[in-house]
Every structure is written in C-alpha cells, then in structure tokens.
C-alpha cells in the first residue's frame, strides 16, 4: 500500500520526490527510493567488509557503489625503498637507485716538478706499467742534447727513476704489453740520414727492472702505437724518405712478431685500445696525398679488421686521441668545419659526439675508469693566441662538466695514467713548462 509521509501539513513525499535509488541505500536502513513503487524499502547497497590488498603487477581495484563495512587496508612494505630498487627502475613512484654509478667527481692535486731541466723537456716517450706511468728520454727545449733519464711516478704520486734508456733519444714511442712498458725507435735530435734513427726497443716490468726486448726491423720514428690482450703493437713510421705501414709486435715475454700491416703508409698515425681490440687511423696516405677515415682493428690473436671508420678524417688535433675502461676516443673534423669525438665501445659501435666549446683543438686529453679529462689548449683570435687553463670531464654517461683548473694556461702536455691518476706533464705557453698536473677522479 503506498505511503505518503507529510510534511508541515502538505502532501506526502513519493518515490517521484526523491533520487536515490535501492543501491544507494545501506540494507539495514528503510526508506522510499526511486525506484521502490512509493514504498517503503530496505536498502540493497553492497556492503564491503575488511579487507587487505598485496599489491602485485596488476591493479586492484574496489568497485564503485560499495558500503565499506570494514577497514581496507592496502599493504605497504618497509624495503620499498629507492636502495632497493634497480638504478632507473621506478615501482609505486619510488625512483630506485641500486646499481647506479655515483657522480664522478674530480680532485685536481697540487702542481709538482716533472724533471727539474729548468728549461723543460719535450718529445719524451710515454707509458705506463703496474702502478707507475713511465716518461722516458727526449730532449730539453734548449735543445742541449738527448736526454736517456726516464722518470717514474707511482699511483702515490711519488717521483723517481727508472734505469735509464739504453740509448739517448727522443720521439721514443711507449706502449704497454700487459706487464711490460716499452719504448722503441725513435731519433736524434734533427735527423738527417737513416743513422740518426733508432731501431731499439726497451722495456720495464712492474719493478721498473729494464730488459731489452728485440729490435724493431729498422730505425723509425713517429710511429703510433696501441695496446691488445699481451700485446704492445706499433705501426706506421719514417725512416728519411721511406714511410711504412709495418705492424710490428711484442708480447709480455718480450717476443717479437709480425702482423698484417695497416692500410696505408703512414707516418701519421694514431692508436688507441678498447676491449679486445686495438684500433690505428688519422692516416695520412703519402702515395695518394689523402686523409682517409679508415680505422683498422687487431684483435688479441693479432688478426686485422676493417668494418670500422671514422665519421670524418682526422684533420683536427692528433693529441686528441686516447682510451678508458668503456671507450677508445679519436677526434676529427667534419666538412661543415666543426669537430666531433668518436668514440668506440668494445663491440667496435661508434658513438659521435660534439666537442664541448670548453675544449680548444690544441687541448690534451687521458682516460681513467669510464671517463675522459680535457685540459689546457690554445685560441688564436686575429693573431692573438690565449692559452687556456680550463679542464673539462666526459663523464660514463658522455655528459660534460667542468673540472678544476690547471695551474696556468698551456697547451702540448702530454698525458699518462699513474693508477687512478690522469697525469698531466709539460706544455707550454709564452715559454716552455716543467710541471706535472695530476686529477684524480672518484667514481
């Protein structure tokens, strides 16, 4: 029977008057719905009891139009912390951070007195074997004569001396053959026939104990050298009016062999290493006058490989050459006049990358680790040069950065690792340096 509810004396309220239906009403309480034909009615709201949710891969979700007759509690977990999630792996919103590679930062240590010729030394050789980086012979840029000392520094930056070379000579070329430091060939001061070049090779073992290792097929200079597996491998090079592309190799036994020559006679080349791989390029072909972009590779059992190249030809800084943990860097030029890194991974894929405006085409360049430090470098505006003192990281992720500074503006240092220090030696700028810079980044 229908029922009218009245109110202040007018007519009574029907299921017309009102909008909520049977649903929205809790079942335990009575009253007229929409849709209860004007009679009074239990509700019929779903109720909810308590109820715990594990949050899974899926969603979970509690469906609209419930009375929640108990608490719903949605679990948390006390280990949903960013330490425990992988680095870049986001869950519920928490950004997780295990796994990720600190921030490098860079230290730069106080200046110190390279190898105390007041005038400075240039053209030494450079290597490094264990814990030490090795500088070895040259000559004073006074030009008084060829010097057979080679310096040490240890991964403590403690300075000492290694047995001298076993002839005075500069343009000695270093390169490591696991634990073996060698320096082969190289020349007299101004060479004007082949016996002012050298076909020797020594080598220095982790207690920096000197051997001599067999000689090179004939005296050379201005060859490039690189690293693979056991091998120290050196290509190209001069002799007077001859010019090679000879690939000559020495194990860390000190044995000398032969492998497949570079593509081109050069005595322009450059090397670096990555990985199971040396690479050799920055030809410069004397037969067709050409820059050519190849890149040829050597693997551990010294075979060649060409499926590599350049992005450009290496017509920018030579110095800009160099290799860490991840990476083997070579710098070029590209026709639009601008220059790029190419940077090499141990699967030989090339990444290229534009040179930071904070690196100058003169500047110097070593690797540590997973990154690379820029330093130094020389502009030349209208004929007004500025040398600068700017240091500049390439961080494992290929981002830039600037870094501590030198202690002056120069450019032509060369650079060495001494565990993990990058080493900064030499240079110059209105007059010629004798310093040693040392960085130490932290990873």
């Known amino acids: 029977m229908p029922v009218r509810f009245n109110v202040g004396g007018g007519g009574g309220v029907t299921s017309e008057d009102v909008t909520a239906t049977k649903a929205y009403v809790h079942p335990s309480y009575k009253t007229i719905t929409k849709d209860s034909n004007d009679e009074v009615v239990a509700g019929t709201m779903p109720l909810l009891a308590a109820k715990t949710y594990t949050p899974g891969t899926a969603n979970q979700t509690i469906e609209a139009g419930r009375y929640l007759s108990g608490v719903q509690t949605i679990k948390g977990d006390p280990n949903l912390k960013a330490e425990n999630i992988k680095d870049n792996v986001t869950i519920f919103n928490v950004k997780g951070t295990y796994?990720?590679?600190?921030?490098?930062?860079?230290?730069?240590?106080?200046?110190?007195?390279?190898?105390?010729?007041?005038?400075?030394?240039?053209?030494?050789?450079?290597?490094?074997?264990?814990?030490?980086a090795l500088f070895a012979g040259g000559a004073p840029f006074a030009r008084t004569g060829l010097r057979n000392t080679v310096i040490s520094f240890n991964s403590n930056l403690v300075k000492g001396t290694a047995t001298n070379l076993s002839q005075a000579r500069k343009n000695a070329k270093g390169a490591t053959a696991s634990n073996q430091a060698l320096f082969a060939g190289g020349q007299k001061d101004d060479y004007d026939s082949a016996s002012d070049l050298f076909n020797t090779v020594d080598a220095y073992n982790t207690s920096l104990t000197r051997s001599t290792a067999p000689n090179l097929s004939t005296g050379k200079t201005y060859m490039a050298s690189a690293s693979v597996g056991d091998y120290a491998l050196y290509a190209g090079g001069e002799r007077v009016n001859t010019v090679y592309n000879t690939?000559?190799?020495?194990?860390?036994?000190?044995?000398k062999s032969t492998a497949t020559a570079i593509r081109v006679k050069t005595n322009e080349a450059v090397g670096s290493y990555v990985g199971n791989y040396a690479l050799f390029s920055g030809y410069y072909d004397w037969d067709t006058d050409e820059e050519k972009n190849y890149i040829d590779t050597y693997n551990a059992s010294l075979t060649r490989g060409t499926s590599a190249s350049l992005s450009g030809t290496m017509i920018s800084n030579r110095d800009l050459v160099a290799r860490n943990n991840k990476y083997a860097l070579f710098s070029t030029g590209t026709d639009e006049g601008e220059e790029v890194l190419n940077l090499f991974n141990s699967s030989l894929v090339r990444t290229v990358l534009p040179v930071s405006s904070l690196v100058s085409s003169s500047s110097s360049v070593c690797g540590t680790k997973e990154s690379f430090l820029f330093a130094g470098g020389m502009t030349r505006v209208s004929g007004t040069k500025t040398y600068l003192k700017n240091a500049v990281l390439l961080d494992s992720n290929l981002a830039y950065s600037s870094a501590p500074d030198l202690s002056e503006g120069k450019y032509n240092m060369k650079s060495e690792i001494a565990g993990d220090y990058i080493l900064f030696v030499a240079g110059m700028n209105t007059t010629w340096l004798d310093l040693l810079e040392p960085y130490l980044i932290n990873s």
């Open 99 to 132: 796994g990720a590679k600190p921030e490098e930062t860079v230290i730069k240590k106080p200046a110190v007195t390279f190898s105390g010729v007041s005038e400075g030394i240039d053209d030494f050789g450079t290597a490094h074997v264990g814990s030490y």
């Open 247 to 255: 690939v000559e190799a020495y194990n860390k036994n000190l044995v």
